[in-house]
């Protein structure tokens, strides 16, 4: 038996840090949803009790410390499963990108398990589950747009936002989360306003939604890798109507509302840039 599952990249409009817990995590304010760019995940029923795991992408690991693994295996043992699963990922999201990538796979193996291994599940045990794997895992089992609260993992359900193009940029080069985060100086930064972007989604504001996207982590990334500053600067300059970095980074995306603005910073960016992706958000959240 085989199952095929979509695990979508997911972008932050915005993204907050309020302050540093005692237990060493930071407690985080982040408006995120889901993008049209989608790694594919088929799981088949294994004649034993192993979990493999493969995926043609050089940069992701095919073994336990593979995120997807993990989630297969936090499943397993919690809940006493004895049966196995073949994890084959075709990776189409950028890896260490901003994205969330890895965390979507293993949302997405979440999901399918629950399906495959006949589990009856619902989705907030599995994103309960999901939050031991990764923070962002909890977010991407339900997908859509949502404000997320905590390590990420204290989600509340926002409708999908006011439809436009995201026109998403990757410079060549891996950004560590871990550093990003030790370089970070609260006292120091411009914290975006959380509250005016849930009001702008509400409302169905594309303005409001653009006047105010924003992330703390922008400047300890930007500092730090130019090429993410010049790609920010020339997405302006190809028409734009915002821009900001994703999670950590390095990944930029714009919002642009119509085609031929859609096209021409697309053009204007695969110049020089390889990894460039125009896609769409994705307004629904998961059902099951
Ligand atoms: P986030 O936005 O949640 O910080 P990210 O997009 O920056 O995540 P990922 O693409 O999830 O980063 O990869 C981060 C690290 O996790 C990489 O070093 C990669 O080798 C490892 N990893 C483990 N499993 C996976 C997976 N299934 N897909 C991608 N990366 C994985």
New binding site residues.
């Given amino acids: 038996m085989k199952l095929l599952v979509k695990a979508p990249a997911?972008i932050n409009l915005s993204l907050d840090v309020l302050h540093k817990r005692d237990d060493g995590y930071h407690e985080l304010e982040m408006i995120m949803t889901t993008v049209d760019l989608a790694?594919r995940l088929e799981l088949a029923l294994r004649n034993d009790d192993r979990i493999t795991v493969y995926?043609q992408s050089r940069?992701?690991?095919d073994d336990e410390?593979?995120?997807?693994y993990k989630a297969a295996k936090v499943l397993k043992d919690r809940l006493g499963i004895p049966k196995g699963v073949e994890i084959t990922?075709e990776?189409n999201?950028?890896?260490?990108?901003?994205?969330?990538?890895?965390?979507s796979?293993?949302a997405a193996v979440l999901r399918g398990l629950n399906k495959l291994w006949g589990l009856g599940l619902t989705l907030d045990q599995l994103a309960t589950i999901g939050a031991e794997i990764?923070?962002?895992v909890s977010f991407c089992v339900y997908g859509g747009t949502a404000l997320a609260k905590g390590r990420g993992e204290i989600i509340t359900p926002l409708p999908a936002p006011p439809n436009c193009w995201v026109v998403l940029a990757k410079p060549p080069i891996?950004?560590s989360?871990a550093e990003v985060y030790e370089n970070l100086q609260l006292h120091n930064v411009v914290h975006p306003n959380s509250k005016a972007m849930v009001e702008a989604i509400e409302q169905n504001d594309y303005f409001g939604m653009c006047q105010n996207l924003g992330n703390v982590l922008e400047s300890v990334t930007l500092n730090h890798y130019p090429e993410v500053k010049s790609i920010k600067n020339d997405m302006k300059r190809f028409g734009a109507d915002a821009v900001l970095m994703?999670?950590?980074g390095p990944t930029v995306f714009a919002l642009v509302q119509h085609d031929s603005r859609m096209q021409r910073l697309y053009n204007g960016l695969r110049g020089y840039c390889n990894q460039v992706y125009a896609v769409r958000m994705l307004g629904k959240r998961n059902e099951q």
């Fill in positions: 997911k790694d995926s940069f992701v690991p410390r593979n995120l997807a990922i990776k999201i950028p890896v260490a990108a901003g994205l969330a990538g890895g965390s796979d293993a990764g923070s962002d891996g950004v989360t994703s999670g950590s």
